[in-house]
């Protein structure tokens, strides 16, 4: 039998499986459980060397980060803590803004900003008024015709604003005898004060007063109210007449002896006088609010009943 009869001899080797046990996939495995371990102890040294309120703070971080940073925690904004407060202002470090406390801030910051605008404006009308009063002093000075009556004008900053009085003196009033005519001087005083009243803005209330020597006017039965009244719009007239505008006067008023400049002696001539008063806003706005009130009272007839009596 020759050799290219013979039929050559194949082995086939057929390799098992089970060798993957001891391939490389238990080394990463063995990393995660490092790293979680290692994870794990640095937990627990943070928990043991962490404050009670910085813990709770963490808590509360992690179980819903959105609500601390808007609401806060107890612990999450002391001063110590490892997350700093949260809200508008992220370097805060003494507490957290709570629910409605970011509104409530608002409005006292907008109050407090109205608060300081008030103050200005207030600091400015009082400049105002105080270079009034030197104005007026100065024209005084300066004008030989008044200066003569200079003992005769009493000027003041008040509550109110700047308070002008032209008093008697026993010798030379300002007005006839048990009349409201004026006297010659006294004209020329107001119309130098009225024309210096239009370098401000501020309103003016006027009144007239009398001592307290009665006064009868005869069978009109006219006596001391009706007197320091009709005083009190006649020197009204000239402030006009020297140059205020008379948009100016707010009110007219006349107290008779009510209100007494010298109390202890109500017969002193001192008491009869006129009040001039530049208002300060708050003064006017008192005057303009009390006067809208009572023509609501009367357009609604809930004027009290002593009042419609009298309104005959």
């Known amino acids: 039998m020759s050799d290219d009869s013979q039929q050559p001899i194949i082995v086939k080797r057929i390799k098992k499986g089970g060798g993957a046990a001891h391939g490389g996939a238990w080394k990463i495995a063995y990393a995660d459980f490092v790293t979680a371990m290692m994870a794990f102890f640095l937990l627990m040294w943070l928990l043991g060397s962490t404050s009670q309120g910085d813990l709770k703070g963490i808590a509360e971080y992690f179980s819903m980060p959105i609500?601390?940073?808007?609401?806060?925690?107890?612990?999450?904004?002391?001063?110590?803590?490892?997350?700093?407060?949260?809200?508008?202002?992220?370097?805060?470090?003494?507490?957290?803004?709570?629910?409605?406390?970011?509104?409530?801030?608002?409005?006292?910051?907008?109050?407090?900003t109205q608060q300081n605008e008030i103050q200005v404006k207030e600091k400015v009308e009082a400049k105002h008024l105080s270079d009034l009063k030197a104005q007026i002093e100065a024209k005084i000075e300066n004008n030989p015709s008044l200066r003569q009556f200079k003992n005769q004008m009493l000027l003041e900053i008040t509550d109110e604003g700047l308070?002008?009085?032209?008093?008697?003196?026993?010798?030379?009033?300002?007005?006839?005898?048990?009349?409201?005519?004026?006297?010659?001087?006294?004209?020329?005083?107001?119309?130098?004060?009225?024309?210096?009243?239009?370098?401000?803005?501020?309103?003016?209330?006027?009144?007239?007063?009398?001592?307290a020597t009665p006064f009868v006017g005869g069978d009109q039965g006219i006596g001391n109210w009706e007197l320091s009244a009709s005083r009190a719009n006649a020197s009204r007239r000239e402030l006009v007449a020297g140059g205020m505008q008379d948009s100016k006067m707010i009110r007219v008023v006349g107290l008779a002896s009510a209100v007494p400049l010298d109390a202890a002696d109500p017969y002193n001539p001192i008491?009869?006088?006129?009040?001039?008063?530049?208002?300060?806003?708050?003064?006017?706005?008192?005057?303009?609010?009390?006067?809208?009130?009572?023509?609501?009272e009367v357009a609604s007839g809930s004027m009290p009943p002593a009042a419609k009596a009298d309104g005959r």
């Open 67 to 112: 609500k601390v940073a808007l609401q806060g925690g107890s612990g999450s904004g002391d001063a110590s803590t490892l997350l700093q407060g949260g809200g508008e202002d992220l370097t805060r470090t003494n507490g957290q803004v709570r629910k409605g406390e970011m509104m409530a801030n608002k409005e006292s910051v907008k109050i407090q």
């Open 163 to 211: 308070r002008i009085q032209i008093v008697d003196e026993k010798n030379r009033p300002m007005f006839d005898s048990a009349s409201a005519e004026l006297k010659p001087y006294t004209r020329v005083i107001l119309h130098e004060i009225g024309n210096t009243l239009n370098g401000v803005p501020n309103r003016i209330s006027l009144s007239g007063h009398t001592d």
């Open 271 to 296: 008491n009869r006088r006129i009040s001039i008063l530049v208002m300060n806003k708050k003064t006017e706005d008192a005057i303009l609010r009390d006067g809208r009130s009572r023509e609501g």
